[in-house]
């Protein structure tokens, strides 16, 4: 059946709607995803482009590494494309250096290092706490002026890029580049061209791709020519000068073999006229400017090479080996102290290798031994390692009238030692200042967050208590109206019944109430009474007394830690070394866990009122290192306690402490006081718990047996009668005095056990009867008078090397003849001698010994 035309007209309507809305939708679909796609960063233009064919002469020296411009450490392959490096007697510890011998002066040129292998070496045998952290296998690649230092990229004479993707000059380190490895053609291109867009750069390529923008040329290094150089530690390199690369650029691009003559400059050694090669040996006094001599002979003799403790300990520092203390505090030039706290570097096993070395290698030297020079055996000694026929040995006597020379020399080392003191003094004042500056800001932000939150706070509670008092006046007119209605029978039910007789209360004086929050912490004389003898810190919780500890220990850390290091190029303790000195200065650890926090930092921000980390995330104090009273770390704990109790009012979760609390040792003396030790709070006569101690409140050392007010309420627990114990047990809250226990003896605050006084006594005859506690407690037979009463453990009370006679009873309750403590108590008149409110006085009736006992 067909339908009809009116409903068939509107359904084709609401399908083409339909399909408007659909084709709507897709279309905002693909636009959206359009516009929310991320734009590629595209890389930037390569502005490097084919060089032109090489015009005129084209150097014809063949590029390669000589002898004097390499480290002594750096084993060269036949052809000397191929540097390998010694890894045995400490000498894996150095950076190994190889300058080229053709430079270039102008023009763009490249040359290939390929990494062949990285050495795995042991880790050095420390002699404590070594720092170095150096990465084992590194590659360096660069260039550097002649003459200049062969530890690539530790002086302003040479620019470099690393294994580990950065770029070195000048010992600083910036990112630059990226990471290589073995089997990587890494490819250094040097732009002076001044022609290029890119001239005075120098670029990195990595397998024929550009892994480095141009990298602009320090000012020392423009204009210069400058020489292919290769720095390498525990790796075999092979270097390719061209004049075919191994890995082609983007571009074309000439090799430093297949560059222009007038480009380059060729660095040549002539050979000795005899064919032996010099050892000298210079003989000179202690203190007597030798080595300032010696600086002056390598600047006019550049071919030879310096043997000395001074030169090991110099390539040490420039290949970035970690020493204690640092490198600027030298006791000596001769025999300067190692200190690396590593086995090879320390024990002299360096400088054995390297004179085994020496004699192998065609080079001149310079053995610089003051005082072995001048001792006939050890000179004797060094001389014997140079037997070779390629070498002969000179005598070099550094005595008598200093030249002009050395004059001037002399006193451009005093005067640069004297700049660089007053620099050290200078930086030293600016730091400090810099820390005041920052101290007196962290401060004011403080007070200025303080006044915010108390005002806010004030409105919270003003609010509260005007919420609380109609409350309490709505209750209290419904109290009204119910009583009134009531009140008719109540008057007659109370005119029936007998008033009481009124009671006499004893008025007790109250001493004035002082508003602890009301006080200002840092007005306070005496933290031990700010009035009505009551203390600063009274409110203290475990927390605050752990942080009150840590605020001390971390500021007595932080002086002292500079005090002892006396180093002005070590400030303080570096964040992630904290726990390490925090355990060497206090034998214990600091952990994150016992404070509830995830970072050592988070440590330091719970007390960023007495330390802080400076910029460097180094540990300093804020307060200063002489201080007439330790009284403000307890100021600085409530001053905190109080501002954190106004930030958790204020809702703010993060404000609450989650510090653990250090439970007691088993026996040892309690912490803060919990349930289960000596009732709960103070215990007054009348109001004392069951079976604990009566009268008036007692403290730890400070509470005596039989003193007044001892139970004057007695309960369950409380010695009666003849001397025998109520049944039941005896636990921290039903303490008991030990039977016959001399009147006066202190009474010691038990830990989580039962505990007699340490110096309590057993007095003679003891009463028939025992006391009964967690377990039957008993004394030796025939007990002497006065015998000492030894503390227990847990559970009986056993003496440090045997139990009091048998073996501690577990029975529910004790016997009358169960081992008595001595013989029965004497009988007479009655304990006419015992004080008022002794134990069991109130309690029994009776005194101390039971009927006709007495002391």
Not at 517 to 524: E, M, Q, R
Not at 607 to 620: E, G, I, N, R
Request: proline fraction near 6%; include cysteine; aromatic fraction near 6%.
């Amino acid at each position: 059946m067909a339908p009809p035309a009116e409903k068939k007209q509107k359904t084709e309507e609401t399908k083409e709607e339909v399909k408007v809305v659909e084709d709507a939708e897709m279309k905002d679909a693909e636009e959206k995803p359009a516009a929310e796609k991320p734009k590629v960063v595209e890389p930037p233009k390569e502005l490097e482009t084919d060089a032109a064919p090489v015009a005129g002469a084209k150097n014809k020296d063949d590029v390669t590494f000589l002898t004097p411009d390499t480290t002594l450490n750096v084993l060269p392959s036949a052809n000397g494309s191929v540097l390998m490096s010694l890894n045995e007697g400490g000498i894996q510890h150095l950076m190994a250096g190889a300058r080229a011998s053709v430079g270039v002066s102008k023009g763009r040129y490249m040359f290939e290092v390929k990494v062949l292998e990285c050495v795995n070496v042991a880790d050095p045998v420390a002699q404590g706490n070594n720092n170095n952290r150096m990465s084992k296998n590194l590659v360096r690649v660069g260039f550097s002026t002649a003459g200049s230092s062969l530890i690539l990229g530790a002086t302003a004479d040479s620019i470099c890029f690393d294994s580990d993707g950065a770029i070195f000059h000048d010992k600083k380190r910036t990112v630059g580049g990226q990471r290589f490895g073995r089997d990587n053609v890494m490819a250094v291109l040097l732009n002076l061209d001044e022609k290029s867009e890119n001239a005075n750069t120098v670029s990195l390529f990595k397998d024929g791709k550009r892994v480095s923008q141009p990298q602009a040329l320090p000012e020392g290094l423009k204009g210069k020519t400058l020489f292919p150089h290769i720095g390498f530690k525990n790796a075999s390199v092979h270097v390719n000068f061209g004049p075919t690369p191994l890995a082609p650029l983007p571009f074309t691009c000439h090799m430093v073999q297949d560059a222009a003559k007038a480009h380059v400059k060729v660095t040549a050694y002539a050979a000795p006229a005899d064919g032996k090669y010099d050892v000298a040996f210079p003989v000179s006094l202690p203190d007597e400017g030798t080595f300032a001599w010696l600086d002056m002979f390598l600047e006019k003799n550049p071919t030879y090479t310096e043997l000395s403790d001074r030169m090991i300990m110099d390539w040490a520092q420039k290949s970035g080996v970690w020493k204690n203390r640092g490198y600027e505090n030298k006791s000596c030039n001769d025999k300067p102290e190692g200190n690396f706290q590593v086995k090879e570097l320390d024990d002299g096993s360096i400088r054995k290798a390297l004179f085994s070395i020496a004699p192998l290698q065609s080079r001149n030297y310079i053995v610089m031994e003051v005082r072995g020079n001048l001792m006939k055996d050890t000179r004797k000694e060094l001389l014997s390692k140079f037997e070779m026929p390629g070498f002969k040995k000179t005598a070099l006597v550094v005595v008598g009238e200093p030249t002009a020379d050395f004059k001037k020399k002399t006193a451009e080392y005093t005067l640069k030692a004297k700049q660089e003191a007053s620099d050290r003094a200078f930086k030293v004042k600016k730091m400090e200042e810099k820390r005041q500056k920052m101290v007196a800001k962290q401060a004011k932000e403080a007070e200025k967050k303080k006044n915010k939150l108390e005002k806010e706070r004030a409105k919270k509670l003003a609010e509260a208590k005007k919420k609380m008092e109609a409350e309490k006046k709505k209750k209290e007119a419904a109290a009204a109206k119910k009583e009134g209605e009531e009140e008719e029978q109540k008057d007659e039910e109370e005119e029936k019944k007998e008033e009481p007789e009124p009671m006499e209360v004893e008025e007790e004086e109250e001493e004035e109430a002082v508003d602890l929050l009301s006080i200002d912490v840092f007005g306070v004389e005496d933290i031990l009474d700010v009035g009505a003898k009551m203390p600063l810190f009274k409110e203290f919780g475990h927390e605050d007394w752990t942080l009150m500890s840590l605020r001390f220990e971390l500021h007595l850390l932080a002086h002292a830690f500079r005090k002892d290091v006396d180093d002005p190029e070590r400030p303080g303790i570096p964040l992630d070394h904290l726990p390490f000195y925090y355990q060497k200065y206090f034998h214990k650890n600091l952990t994150t866990k016992e404070y509830g926090v995830e970072s050592v930092a988070d440590i330091i921000k719970l007390v960023s009122d007495a330390v802080y980390l400076t910029p460097q995330q180094v540990l300093d104090s804020q307060l200063s290192e002489e201080m007439e009273t330790f009284a403000v770390f307890a100021t600085l704990t409530e001053e905190a306690r109080r501002f954190r109790l106004v930030r958790i009012d204020l809702g703010e979760e993060d404000a609450k402490l989650k510090i653990a609390v250090v439970q007691a040792s088993k026996g040892g003396a309690g912490g803060p006081q919990t349930k289960g030790l000596w009732g709960k709070g103070a215990q007054t006569g009348a109001g004392a718990a069951k079976g604990t101690w009566g009268g008036v409140p007692q403290q730890p050392q400070q509470a005596f047996w039989g003193s007044k007010g001892d139970s004057a309420k007695g309960g369950k627990g409380t010695l009666m009668g003849k001397g025998f114990a109520v049944k039941g047990p005896q636990t921290p809250q039903s303490q008991v005095a030990p039977a016959m226990q001399k009147p006066g003896a202190v009474a010691v605050r038990p830990a989580a056990v039962t505990m007699p006084p340490p110096a309590a006594r057993w007095e003679t005859p003891a009463a028939k009867g025992v006391v009964k506690g967690s377990g039957t407690v008993v004394a030796p037979k025939g007990a002497a008078k006065g015998a000492a009463a030894v503390a227990p453990g847990k559970g009986a009370w056993p003496t440090p090397t045997s139990s009091y006679g048998k073996a501690p009873q577990t029975t529910k309750g004790a016997s009358k003849g169960s081992q008595p403590y001595g013989k029965p108590a004497d009988k007479g008149k009655g304990g006419k001698d015992a004080n008022k409110g002794s134990w069991g006085a109130a309690a029994g009736g009776k005194a101390w010994g039971g009927k006709g006992g007495k002391w």
